[in-house]
C-alpha cells in the first residue's frame, strides 16, 4: 500500500485526475498494489505560497508582463 501526498498549485480537474493516474502508475510500476495506492492533492492558493517574499501569482503576474510566461 502507498499514499502519495502532493502539494500543488491548483488546477483544473482534468489535470488532477492525469496527476493521480500517473503518480498511481509510477507506485503500481514499483510494487504497490493499484487498488490501495492512495494520491491526496493538497491544493493551495498561489496567492499563499510564496518565495523569497514574494507569492507566486505575483510572480506569475510579472512573469505575464514581462512576457516570460
Do not use: H
Given at each position: 500500500?502507498?499514499?502519495?501526498?502532493?502539494?500543488?498549485?491548483?488546477?483544473?480537474?482534468?489535470?488532477?485526475?492525469a496527476i493521480?493516474?500517473?503518480?498511481?502508475?509510477?507506485?503500481?510500476?514499483?510494487?504497490?498494489?493499484?487498488?490501495?495506492?492512495?494520491?491526496?492533492?493538497?491544493?493551495?492558493?498561489?496567492?499563499?505560497?510564496?518565495?523569497g517574499g514574494?507569492?507566486?501569482?505575483?510572480?506569475?503576474?510579472?512573469?505575464?508582463?514581462?512576457?516570460?510566461?
Amino acid at each position: 500500500m502507498a499514499t502519495i501526498r502532493v502539494e500543488l498549485g491548483a488546477r483544473d480537474q482534468e489535470t488532477r485526475e492525469a496527476i493521480i493516474a500517473d503518480l498511481t502508475d509510477v507506485m503500481v510500476k514499483y510494487g504497490s498494489p493499484r487498488e490501495s495506492t492512495q494520491v491526496i492533492l493538497y491544493e493551495i492558493s498561489m496567492d499563499l505560497w510564496a518565495k523569497g517574499g514574494i507569492p507566486y501569482s505575483k510572480r506569475a503576474a510579472a512573469a505575464r508582463a514581462e512576457g516570460t510566461a
